[in-house]
């Protein structure tokens, strides 16, 4: 465990994956007429579905837009941002509240600093995240303390949206 902890800090820190100024509003997203997603959208009915499949179907891609669930869909490769947008659209979908967080890193190989997206679940009394395409089980209370979980030591800031984008909470890590 503690080498899939190192494995995703290293891909966070060296990949980066947003400028932190492109956010896509999933409320802008049009089902297409494809049967195959109509029908996939069904399935992937859990949060933990939902992530499974982007491990068995995705690949880690740096791209410089922001993917819709449908356009992942048909290349199958994308970034944190990407993988964050299917995380919480089919969640969201069968109506689990879901946010998405950006986190700002230090860069150590860059002027500007680093960002990275994860999405987030309410299951029960907890959240739970979505990791690039992996499903965590974090059991977090608060947004700040999936913040302080295991993967993400040295952020800068993080911001909290909502499924509409509205920021739920932002915080500076003094």
């Not at 860059?110 to 299951?123: A, C, L, Q, T």
Request: negative net charge.
């Amino acid at each position: 465990m503690k080498k899939i902890i190192l494995l995703i800090i290293i891909l966070i820190l060296l990949t980066g994956c947003n400028n932190g100024n492109e956010l896509y509003n999933l409320n802008d997203f049009i089902l297409p007429n494809d049967s195959e997603f109509l029908t996939l959208i069904e399935e992937l009915d859990t949060p933990e579905r939902t992530c499974q499949y982007m491990q068995n179907n995705f690949e880690y891609e740096n791209n410089s837009i922001a993917l819709t669930p449908y356009q992942l869909f048909l290349i199958e490769k994308g970034n944190c941002d990407d993988f964050k947008n299917w995380a919480i659209y089919f969640p969201n979908y069968h109506e689990y509240e879901t946010y998405q967080i950006l986190i700002e890193f230090p860069s150590y190989e860059y002027e500007d600093d680093e960002y990275h997206m994860i999405g987030v679940f309410k299951e029960g009394n907890y959240y739970n995240i979505s990791e690039n395409m992996l499903y965590v089980e974090c059991f977090c209370e608060s947004f700040k303390e999936i913040m302080n979980f295991n993967l993400y030591h040295g952020w800068i800031s993080y911001k909290v949206y909502d499924y509409d984008m509205n920021i739920i909470e932002q915080r500076y890590n003094n």
